[in-house]
């Protein structure tokens, strides 16, 4: 029976844990499959009768049901173990994504959604768990770093595919990712065996970290501020308004805004492996702050060009700027937990802060565009990743003292 790999248990020549690499390339097969199923979402909707709204809401309604099932889900993974949620979850969004091909009203449609949404929150919180219990102390970065440009990866060529698959039909795409779902599970469940064997192993309980002493690390607090920015800013604020500028003020087709979004993405996967490895050679502090800088500069930037050239160049910058700060961050979280400790509440209060900033951050910022402007309105959202990084600089780097700590283990 395979079980969770110990601080120490890196082979030489660097190579990592065969288990990271199953949660590696499964996220690359969710991410891929998510992918496949977003675009056709509103169009299927619109199969019922609904209008845009309530095409809209469909997706609404799988990021809400992500956020208000998220504390749920880190109290599962401290009570149940990393494993069986993260199987649990994949099996739940299979099925409710069959389902949603076999939907036969609107509402059945936004039901089976919802449920999908309290799937994903499990398994992602879980996977970041998984992650942090197998990842060698000095390997997070790189690890965070791999793990972050397999979802990238999956997340770009899952539109590419689905617009293949869509010729089948509308519902063809749920049936294909629920598969994968499958398939993705029953692999996690055949290779990664019981990784929370780790109790039996010590002669003891895993060690729990509650939220409340999480809090009361300055590196965590400064954590929930990047990711309540980055939720704002990246998957806020640019995927809403970034289309809506391009039509408005550039004057250009939406095709120029699909350009766009694949350069911010070009940007962050051309530095994702780097920048996770650096930071545990060189710690996160340095990386989270200058990705943080480079991302709200850039923001600010994509809102006050006036041609298209400078416009690319601003999301490219944005881009390479999330990229740079994205795996130190998580890093840095894990460092806190530690690999002997289970932290499910700690872990789902994180992902929970990139979710309401995703969420309230188009609301807030469509709001500055109709009273003011889209100028304004990325500016306010560079800001707030400047913020962020502000803050920052006034905490102690995690990764010296998760790697003394290691040692002593």
């Not at 990021?63 to 208000?68: E, P, V």
């Not at 480079?294 to 600010?300: D, E, K, Y």
């Not at 469509?366 to 962020?388: D, K």
Request: charged letters at 10%; proline letters at 4%.
């Amino acid at each position: 029976m395979v079980t969770a790999s110990k601080p120490t248990d890196a082979v030489k020549g660097g190579a990592l844990p065969s288990q990271i690499w199953v949660l590696i390339s499964a996220s690359f097969v969710i991410a891929l499959g998510f992918g496949i199923v977003a675009p056709v979402i509103p169009q299927f909707a619109t199969e019922f009768g609904v209008g845009v709204v309530a095409a809209s809401a469909v997706i609404s309604v799988f990021a809400a049901m992500r956020l208000l099932f998220a504390p749920a889900s880190g109290l599962l993974v401290q009570k149940l173990g990393e494993r069986p949620v993260y199987l649990a979850g994949l099996l739940i969004v299979a099925a409710s994504t069959g389902a949603c091909a076999f939907a036969q009203t609107y509402w059945q449609l936004l039901i089976f959604r919802g449920l999908g949404g309290i799937g994903s929150t499990m398994f992602t919180v879980s996977a970041l768990g998984l992650l942090i219990r197998m990842s060698p102390a000095d390997s997070r970065g790189r690890v965070s770093g791999f793990y972050a440009t397999s979802f990238l990866m999956g997340s770009i060529g899952g539109p590419l595919v689905g617009g293949a698959v869509v010729g089948l039909g509308l519902r063809a795409p749920f049936i294909i990712y629920a598969i994968a779902l499958i398939i993705a599970a029953a692999v996690v469940f055949f290779s990664l065996g019981n990784v929370d064997s780790t109790e039996s192993e010590h002669g003891s309980a895993v060690p729990m970290m509650s939220l409340r002493a999480a809090l009361r690390v300055p590196a965590y607090r400064a954590a929930l501020s990047s990711n309540f920015a980055t939720g704002w800013a990246v998957f806020g604020v640019r995927v809403a308004l970034v289309p809506l500028f391009v039509v408005a003020v550039l004057d250009r087709s939406a095709a120029v805004a699909a350009v766009a979004l694949a350069v911010f993405a070009v940007g962050n996967a051309l530095v994702l492996i780097t920048s996770g490895r650096l930071s545990d050679v060189r710690g996160r502090k340095p990386f989270v702050v200058a990705g943080l800088i480079v991302a709200g500069l850039g923001t600010a930037a994509i809102g006050l060009t006036d041609n298209v050239a400078l416009f690319m160049i601003a999301s490219f910058v944005a881009g390479f700027g999330s990229g740079l700060m994205t795996p130190a961050q998580q890093a840095s979280v894990a460092d806190i937990i530690g690999s002997r400790a289970r932290g499910g509440p700690v872990l789902s209060t994180f992902q929970m802060a990139s979710d309401v900033g995703a969420i309230f951050g188009p609301i807030v910022a469509g709001m500055v565009v109709e009273y003011y402007s889209y100028g304004t309105a990325f500016v306010m959202s560079g800001a707030i990743l400047l913020a962020a990084a502000v803050w920052w600089l006034f905490v102690k780097d995690t990764a010296s003292a998760a790697k003394a700590a290691a040692r002593k283990q």
